[in-house]
């Protein structure tokens, strides 16, 4: 059973090594950006996203090293499957945060923006919601509900900004000085 495990993990290790790879090629092959980005985009710098591609695949090769590492190495009575089943889902953790990094951005159009994450794409109108600022973020609320958070060394982060707020009703912002 033991070896069945470890061939399981070792081509789940393969094909999610390849994926990342694919992503990483791709991120890198995009053309060399201006120092901002495009005046209706606010996304994650791609930096973030390099430095979770690396370290998945670092966590996927410690992952076939456990499970491939001669026998002189460990106690003969130790397993090493539970071990790797251990470190890939960690590695899994890691594989989750680089699709968000590279998947994380916000469009904005006309009078809505549209917010691209993980495994959902949501359209919000200017007037139904609202943001509230922090220390070096804002947060965007629609109603009593968190939608997301963006800094504000975030290119564009103020566009998007102050449009909700120019668009939020003056009741709204009374209701949100009250609460603050």
Request: proline share 4%.
């Amino acid at each position: 059973m033991d070896e069945v495990i470890k061939w399981c993990v070792t081509a789940a290790c393969i094909v999610l090594s390849a994926v990342t790879i694919f992503l990483a090629v791709n991120v890198l092959s995009w053309k060399p950006r201006k120092r901002t980005a495009p005046k209706n985009e606010i996304s994650q710098p791609r930096q973030y996203f390099l430095c979770c591609a690396f370290g998945t695949i670092l966590l996927f090769v410690l992952v076939l090293l456990v499970l491939f590492l001669p026998e002189g190495m460990v106690q003969p009575e130790e397993s090493r499957v539970p071990g790797a089943l251990i470190m890939s889902g960690i590695t899994m953790i890691a594989f989750v945060c680089t699709i968000w990094f590279y998947r994380w951005r916000i469009v904005l159009g006309k009078k809505e923006f549209t917010c691209y994450f993980l495994l959902r794409t949501r359209t919000y109108r200017d007037t139904e919601v609202r943001c509230r600022a922090f220390n070096n973020h804002f947060r965007v609320y629609r109603g009593k509900r968190y939608l997301f958070s963006v800094m504000y060394e975030a290119d564009n982060a103020t566009d998007l900004m102050w449009r909700i707020t120019k668009n939020t009703p003056p009741e709204a912002r009374d209701d949100q000085a009250q609460e603050d």
